[in-house]
Protein backbone atom coordinates (compact mmCIF):
# COMPACT_ATOMS: atom_id res chain seq x y z
CA UNK A 1 0.00 0.00 0.00
CA UNK A 2 1.29 3.38 -1.02
CA UNK A 3 1.35 5.96 1.48
CA UNK A 4 1.61 9.72 0.42
CA UNK A 5 3.02 12.33 2.82
CA UNK A 6 2.13 16.08 2.27
CA UNK A 7 3.19 19.08 3.84
CA UNK A 8 3.17 22.80 2.98
CA UNK A 9 0.42 24.44 3.57
CA UNK A 10 -0.14 27.46 5.78
CA UNK A 11 -1.83 30.54 6.28
CA UNK A 12 -0.72 33.10 3.64
CA UNK A 13 -1.65 36.91 2.16
CA UNK A 14 -3.01 37.34 -0.84
CA UNK A 15 -0.27 37.86 -3.42
CA UNK A 16 1.92 34.94 -1.52
CA UNK A 17 3.50 32.05 -2.49
CA UNK A 18 3.33 28.61 -0.67
CA UNK A 19 5.56 24.91 -1.52
CA UNK A 20 3.28 22.21 -1.25
CA UNK A 21 5.28 18.74 -0.79
CA UNK A 22 4.13 14.64 -1.57
CA UNK A 23 6.64 12.42 -0.69
CA UNK A 24 5.51 8.69 -1.72
CA UNK A 25 6.81 5.63 0.00
CA UNK A 26 7.50 3.84 -2.91
CA UNK A 27 8.69 4.54 -6.51
CA UNK A 28 6.24 2.43 -8.05
CA UNK A 29 3.90 5.74 -9.13
CA UNK A 30 4.34 7.47 -12.25
CA UNK A 31 1.56 10.01 -11.89
CA UNK A 32 0.76 12.17 -8.98
CA UNK A 33 -1.74 15.30 -8.77
CA UNK A 34 -2.97 17.95 -6.62
CA UNK A 35 -6.90 18.41 -6.23
CA UNK A 36 -8.45 20.58 -3.57
CA UNK A 37 -11.33 21.38 -2.02
CA UNK A 38 -13.28 24.92 -0.87
CA UNK A 39 -15.58 24.35 1.71
CA UNK A 40 -18.76 23.80 0.68
CA UNK A 41 -17.72 22.88 -2.72
CA UNK A 42 -16.74 19.41 -4.44
CA UNK A 43 -13.19 18.21 -4.87
CA UNK A 44 -11.33 19.65 -7.88
CA UNK A 45 -8.45 19.00 -9.99
CA UNK A 46 -5.28 21.33 -9.81
CA UNK A 47 -2.38 19.43 -11.57
CA UNK A 48 -0.72 16.33 -12.15
CA UNK A 49 2.44 15.55 -13.42
CA UNK A 50 3.26 11.91 -14.82
CA UNK A 51 5.90 10.66 -16.47
CA UNK A 52 7.10 7.77 -19.20
CA UNK A 53 9.86 8.87 -21.02
CA UNK A 54 9.49 12.19 -20.70
CA UNK A 55 7.67 14.35 -18.32
CA UNK A 56 4.20 15.73 -18.77
CA UNK A 57 2.80 18.29 -16.37
CA UNK A 58 -1.16 20.01 -16.93
CA UNK A 59 -2.80 22.45 -14.75
CA UNK A 60 -6.32 23.50 -14.20
CA UNK A 61 -7.09 27.03 -15.88
CA UNK A 62 -7.60 28.29 -12.76
CA UNK A 63 -4.45 28.02 -11.94
CA UNK A 64 -2.01 28.53 -14.76
CA UNK A 65 0.59 30.48 -15.04
CA UNK A 66 0.78 30.60 -11.03
CA UNK A 67 1.25 26.76 -10.10
CA UNK A 68 3.84 24.65 -11.17
CA UNK A 69 4.25 21.17 -10.58
CA UNK A 70 7.72 19.45 -10.30
CA UNK A 71 9.23 16.21 -8.78
CA UNK A 72 12.91 15.32 -7.30
CA UNK A 73 13.08 11.78 -8.46
CA UNK A 74 15.70 11.35 -6.32
CA UNK A 75 13.97 12.60 -3.06
CA UNK A 76 10.72 10.31 -4.57
CA UNK A 77 8.82 13.55 -4.00
CA UNK A 78 6.81 16.05 -5.83
CA UNK A 79 5.84 19.87 -5.36
CA UNK A 80 3.27 22.47 -5.89
CA UNK A 81 5.07 26.10 -6.17
CA UNK A 82 2.10 28.02 -5.60
CA UNK A 83 2.53 31.89 -6.74
CA UNK A 84 0.17 34.94 -6.72
CA UNK A 85 -2.24 33.37 -4.33
CA UNK A 86 -5.47 34.29 -4.45
CA UNK A 87 -8.36 33.76 -1.54
CA UNK A 88 -10.58 31.29 -4.11
CA UNK A 89 -7.10 29.25 -3.89
CA UNK A 90 -8.18 28.37 -0.07
CA UNK A 91 -8.88 24.95 0.78
CA UNK A 92 -7.65 21.62 1.42
CA UNK A 93 -5.06 20.72 -1.09
CA UNK A 94 -4.67 16.66 -1.32
CA UNK A 95 -1.70 14.48 -3.21
CA UNK A 96 -3.19 11.93 -5.22
CA UNK A 97 -1.06 9.52 -7.00
CA UNK A 98 -1.19 6.62 -9.53
CA UNK A 99 1.04 3.35 -10.71
CA UNK A 100 -0.30 3.94 -14.05
CA UNK A 101 0.67 6.99 -16.41
CA UNK A 102 -2.59 8.41 -16.28
CA UNK A 103 -3.36 11.79 -18.07
CA UNK A 104 -6.79 12.12 -17.18
CA UNK A 105 -7.99 15.02 -14.57
CA UNK A 106 -10.60 12.65 -12.91
CA UNK A 107 -9.82 11.94 -9.31
CA UNK A 108 -11.27 8.58 -10.01
CA UNK A 109 -8.38 7.43 -11.61
CA UNK A 110 -6.26 8.20 -9.18
CA UNK A 111 -5.42 5.12 -5.88
CA UNK A 112 -3.95 6.74 -3.23
CA UNK A 113 -4.31 9.73 -1.44
CA UNK A 114 -2.29 12.12 0.87
CA UNK A 115 -4.07 13.45 3.64
CA UNK A 116 -4.14 16.68 2.87
CA UNK A 117 -3.08 19.89 3.86
CA UNK A 118 -4.57 23.47 4.36
CA UNK A 119 -4.03 26.03 2.56
CA UNK A 120 -5.70 29.75 3.46
CA UNK A 121 -5.49 32.79 1.77
CA UNK A 122 -6.20 35.71 3.34
CA UNK A 123 -7.43 39.05 1.73
Known amino acids: QVQLAESGGGLVQAGGSLRLSCAASERTIRTYAWFRQAPGKEREFVAA?????????NYADSVKGRFTASRDNAKNTVYLQMNSLKPEDTGVYYCAASTRYYSGSNSDGYDYWGQGTQVTVSS
Open 49 to 57: IRWNVLTSI
